[in-house]
């Protein structure tokens, strides 16, 4: 074995090739020199050779001082970018303040409030890298950070609320925690951080930060809420309201409602009863020139919590009263969980009219500032507009397809409105909920159970997760 150059040889004065003998024959030191030869060596080699640039292009020879000047520009903008991407935030050199945010966003194209993993298009997908962007937070595991309400795809909110530690600039007032060590030092007058402004220059235009407030350190976004409320828009479409009223008024109080949710194993829910402090149906008031088969209503329901898919459960049901599918003594049924252990199996209402509409909290100060406001009002009201025009290209399309003459049996005749509610499928038979197939409802005692199988309506069928056969009325109402 010898030890010797390459072709390429390094900046380093070259030695002669020795052998395996002459390297024996070497002592400590000149082995340590000779090896640190070769690791220079090896540095030149792995070095990616040097290829020229391209020959420029001719030009007009530009002026010596337009020249200096524009490379000074060039160099200034590419040391700025430098260190922007490579620049590190120290959080422990700033003070951080407890805040509650009040967020609204549409929620008809998201997947949920809470973020989930491998999804982004979730409302914490876009706040929390918003919120670190901006250099409010370090990471969300050091934020205390808290959420009011999880609303899942399609729902959207006008008064979610989140609480959360962010950077300050100030040193004294509500909700300000100082860091040890780091001066106090404010300049006169100082204003704090535009937490909104700041947060709506990054977000979506579907999620919008309403307003912020300072609050307390031990406020809690979930266990400080007094209330949460919800609305639910849908078309009137003969619905008999003065029963839904009756059944609506039968759901308000305190009462297990296991059979109006969904269970949530993974969470370990366990307990259902949860109390509702508002529910009423209304018929809203119909816009000018409004048809009158897209009349809406809504309803209006609040509580304490709620249990996952709790509204939209009730809804669906509500709907089944209206339309005279069910007496709203229906409600005493599934609300009797002696009578009925276990949820017979009916679809629930749709989730794209649901919207949170509201959290309340005791001595919570919202600061609205009035330039955010206006933009806030803005983008609403570009969105509405770009909603309303897409309700009015289908409104048209609808239009032309009434205005057509169809072939039928007895001929070829105009397809008028009232011919075309005829020419709909036939509906079928609907399936009283006290009759239906149940599962899906959590186990009481097993002896409990049993001696309930013999007597309540809801356990004569064994526990299936088949869903029997829904007519079309059902189907407009309700939806997986």
């Known amino acids: ?88 935030f120290d959080f422990s050199r700033v003070h951080q303040r407890h805040i509650a945010l009040r967020i609204a966003y549409l929620g008809f194209d998201l997947h949920g409030f809470a973020s989930q993993e491998g999804i982004a298009d979730t409302v914490e997908g876009y706040l929390f890298p918003a919120l670190q962007q901006a250099c409010l937070i370090e990471s969300r595991a050091s934020c205390q950070y808290s959420r009011c309400g999880r609303t899942d795809k399609g729902v959207s909110a006008g008064g979610q609320v989140v609480s959360l530690n ?44 309403l307003a912020w407030a300072p609050v307390d350190l ?7 809420a007094l209330y949460r409320s919800y609305k639910y828009y849908f078309l009137l479409d003969n619905l008999n309201l003065e029963t839904m009223r009756m059944g609506a008024e039968k759901l308000k109080g305190e009462h297990d409602f296991r059979n109006f949710c969904k269970i949530d194993v993974a969470n370990g829910v366990s307990n259902y009863v949860r109390r509702i402090l508002h529910f009423t149906v209304e018929s809203l008031v119909q816009a000018p020139g409004q048809p009158d088969h897209l009349a809406l209503g809504v309803f209006n329901i ?5 249990l996952w898919h709790q509204v939209r459960c009730m809804v669906a049901v509500l709907f089944m009263i209206g339309r005279g599918e069910e007496d709203p003594s229906v409600i005493d049924a599934l609300l009797d969980i002696d009578r009925c252990p276990r949820k017979p199996n009916y679809v629930m209402a749709s989730e794209i009219p649901l919207i949170l509409h509201d959290c309340g909290f005791e001595d919570v100060q919202w600061v609205y500032e009035a330039h955010n406001h206006a933009k806030l009002l803005a983008n609403l009201r570009t969105q509405h507009e770009e909603f309303s025009i897409r309700a009015n290209v289908v409104r048209g399309i609808l239009e032309t397809m009434r205005e057509q003459s169809v072939e039928t049996p007895q001929g070829t005749q105009a397809w008028t409105q009232h011919e075309a509610k005829a020419a709909t499928l036939p509906k079928s038979k609907h399936v009283p909920l006290l009759q239906r197939q ?10 409990k159970v049993k001696q309930h199988l013999i007597t309540s309506p809801c356990a004569f069928r064994a526990p299936s997760r088949a869903t029997e056969k829904l007519c079309p009325e059902e189907k407009k109402h309700c939806r997986h």
């Open 438 to 447: 149940t599962g899906g409802a959590p186990l009481l005692q097993k002896r």
């Open 218 to 224: 031990h406020f809690d976004a979930r266990f400080s």
């Open 166 to 209: 962010v950077r300050t600039k100030l040193c004294t007032g509500r909700g300000v925690i100082l860091t040890p060590g780091v001066s106090c030092e404010v300049k006169e007058n100082a204003e704090e951080i535009n937490y909104v402004q700041v947060l709506n220059r990054i977000l979506p235009p579907v999620v919008r930060i």
């Open 302 to 306: 609040q509580g304490y919590a709620f």
């Open 1 to 88: 074995t010898s030890v010797c150059g390459n072709a390429m040889e390094a900046p380093a004065e070259r030695s002669d090739c020795l052998s395996a003998v002459d390297l024996h024959a070497l002592s400590k030191e000149e082995l340590v020199a000779r090896c640190e030869l070769l690791q220079a060596h090896l540095a030149h080699c792995q070095q990616p050779s040097y290829e020229p640039p391209p020959p420029p292009q001719r030009a007009a020879a530009p002026e010596p001082q337009a020249t200096a000047a524009a490379a000074g520009q060039q160099n200034k903008k590419k040391s700025r970018k430098k260190d922007k991407t490579q620049r590190h």
